[in-house]
């Protein structure tokens, strides 16, 4: 026992029991997953996995994306011949939706679950998984989020609106990342995604002043320093991957960045970084303007909120400036306007409360700063 777990020990909480002080100087990191394939040909390594978690899978997509899936993978399982049972998701990511997949593999003694599409379907599984206990194998069909590969499933009600989020127990099984799969995906997924994971940048700055390892906790510094590798990169490459997509010389990294390194950035955040501005936008959009907003995806929405985070943290307006051109030159939503968000003086006072209130903005000088940059996103 070091001598700083000790002094907490003595004299932090002398009344406590140990099990709870060790809980409280011990938390687990929420970080990566079982294994992640990624490249060209990973999907070859599905019907292995499977056989590896039980033998027999219960895979859930989307229309569209068991659509494009099956044309990758339909040969891989007719030469291998695992069994499987498929299942089309439909609606919102919902806890009564994961507990029809429940149900459904239970009836078809499933082993597996496998997960084929976006970031709803995936985290829809995901919460089946923890409802059950059954392993999980995540397809990603884009990279438009990191839910891949991330420890929470965020959750939804019926209306679209977010419902209180579900934390796995253990990290994803397996995540399997196949570059020609993911290159059929359309282009505006790709840009959502590109900006969903420049965000965590900005994000992990939200109230800091971070000089160096020595001014923060090491696994703040951690965040930082890896959310900024992840700007620099994807705001360097994105106009060769919008334009190139699959055929970009950095498109495997892009997945590598997208679907694992931005869900480590977001495990070592554990929530302090994570609902900062740009992605209490996205929160209050899906809350408060869930109709209109339901036309948008989640970096779309995470996108315009970043506007408004660079100018809260007081960015160069030039950065902000290079941001909107990378959103402009990937045909993205600018303005709250762009999302159908009424923009008269009611309308932005009650946007600026919630996001104040979610931010953990408080002091006047905290929420004047909020007030001017919300016109970033006018």
Not at 174 to 202: E, F, N, Q, W
Not at 315 to 343: A, F, H, K, W
């Amino acid at each position: 026992m070091n001598n700083m777990f000790t002094h907490t020990l003595i004299y932090g909480a002398v009344h406590a029991p140990l099990e709870e002080i060790m809980k409280a100087e011990i938390s687990p990191l929420k970080v990566g997953c079982g294994k992640f394939f990624h490249g060209r040909g990973a999907l070859s390594y599905l019907p292995g996995e499977i056989r590896r978690l039980g033998g027999k899978a219960l895979i859930i997509g989307g229309k569209t994306s068991l659509e494009r899936f099956w044309d990758c993978a339909a040969s891989l399982f007719q030469a291998d011949g695992v069994p499987y049972t498929s299942f089309t998701h439909t609606g919102p990511c919902t806890t009564d939706r994961a507990m029809e997949f429940v149900h459904t593999a239970k009836e078809n003694a499933c082993s597996v679950l496998v997960a084929v599409g976006g970031g709803k379907c995936i985290d829809n599984v995901k919460c089946a998984s923890v409802f059950s206990g059954l392993p999980v194998i995540t397809v990603p069909s884009s990279i438009a989020t990191c839910a891949a590969t991330s420890m929470v499933a965020i959750m939804y009600n019926e209306k679209g609106q977010r419902a209180p989020a579900v934390n796995l127990k253990k990290e994803v099984d397996v995540c399997i990342a196949d570059h020609d799969l993911i290159a059929t995906a359309p282009k505006r997924t790709l840009a959502a995604g590109i900006l969903d994971s420049m965000a965590k940048y900005p994000e992990s700055l939200h109230k800091k002043q971070v000089t160096g390892y020595q001014s923060c906790d090491l696994k703040e510094y951690i965040q930082i320093i890896n959310a900024k590798g992840i700007y620099e990169f994807l705001s360097g490459e994105y106009e060769d991957l919008y334009r190139n997509n699959g055929s970009s010389g950095r498109f495997d990294d892009a997945i590598l960045t997208n679907l694992l390194h931005t869900s480590i950035v977001s495990g070592f955040a554990d929530g302090s970084g994570q609902l900062a501005v740009a992605h209490a936008t996205y929160d209050f959009i899906r809350n408060y303007h869930t109709l209109k907003g339901g036309a948008f995806l989640h970096g779309e929405l995470v996108a315009v909120g970043l506007l408004i985070q660079m100018a809260f943290n007081q960015c160069p307006s030039s950065e902000i400036g290079q941001v909107r051109s990378i959103m402009r030159s990937m045909n993205m939503p600018l303005t709250l306007g762009d999302i159908g968000y009424d923009t008269s003086p009611e309308s932005l006072e009650f946007l600026i409360k919630h996001l104040a209130a979610d931010s953990d903005i408080n002091t006047e000088p905290e929420i004047i700063r909020l007030k001017n940059a919300v016109p970033e996103a006018l």
